[in-house]
């Protein structure tokens, strides 16, 4: 068994479809091997998004997270191994490791740039993950 818990960081851009098929590609080889999808979202904090508002915003905002993985189930079909999908919410790269940690991963699969546009080798969520990682993180360009 190669990994018996692979963590995919998904936010739906291009880089991450390409990660989340590495991962699945890498549980085809043990039928036992747990695939889970996490994206996390981030909820604005200011003084003018308060009470209804900011409950309605993170509504909102958590519903997004919500479509993105259930687009990722398609994908996740390819599997007859045990998969999940969900949301979180706070700063991504923290809530990966924690994330990671808490449940006894022992893969990040991860795109190397996310949704930001910025052309650099790697994204500021894929370059946190990878300096604070106490396990393996594959990084998918």
Do not use: W
């Amino acid at each position: 068994m190669l990994y018996s818990k692979i963590l995919v960081s998904y936010d739906d851009s291009d880089l991450s479809k390409k990660a989340l098929q590495k991962a699945v590609d890498i549980a085809k080889l043990d039928k036992n091997t747990v695939v889970d999808v996490l994206n996390v979202v981030t909820v604005p904090t200011n003084q003018f998004i308060v009470g209804d508002v900011y409950r309605e915003v993170q509504k909102s905002i958590y519903k997004c997270g919500q479509e993105i993985v259930n687009g990722a189930e398609d994908v996740l079909k390819q599997l007859s191994n045990p998969t999940h999908t969900f949301v979180k919410e706070g700063q991504p790269v923290r809530i990966i490791l924690k994330t990671a940690e808490e449940n006894g991963y022992d893969l990040i699969v991860i795109g190397s740039r996310g949704l930001s546009g910025v052309k650099e080798f790697l994204g500021s969520v894929s370059h946190g993950v990878v300096q604070r990682s106490k396990i393996p993180v594959l990084i998918v360009k």
